[in-house]
């Protein structure tokens, strides 16, 4: 299996409501693509300084099932109409878990 993990920075200023668009685009993918196996996600707790402020993390059968989670048109528009708006710094990660 792999794992996908991404972490989110925003801009400054980003209001509730574009956080909650985001959450909501998050959690309308696994019904949306088919590939996705497990599918977590939510804002960082402030527990630590300098952390990032959203994660993802994904898990995916195989390589080929991540890369047409990541090419699929949900997750796309998605990324394109609310997570890169309020961006402005992202960190990503693949990694090979046992299933």
Not at 78 to 96: S, W
Request: without cysteine.
């Amino acid at each position: 299996m792999v794992r996908h993990v991404v972490a989110f920075r925003f801009k400054e200023g980003v209001k509730p409501e574009d956080r909650e668009r985001i959450a909501e685009g998050l959690q309308s993918l696994p019904g949306q693509i088919a590939e996705i196996r497990r599918y977590q996600y939510g804002p960082d707790l402030g527990l630590a300084e300098g952390n990032f402020d959203y994660v993802v993390v994904g898990d995916f059968d195989d390589e080929a099932a991540y890369q047409r989670y990541a090419a699929h048109d949900a997750h796309q528009a998605l990324i394109r109409d609310a997570i890169r708006p309020v961006l402005a710094e992202r960190v990503a990660v693949q990694y090979e878990i046992e299933g």
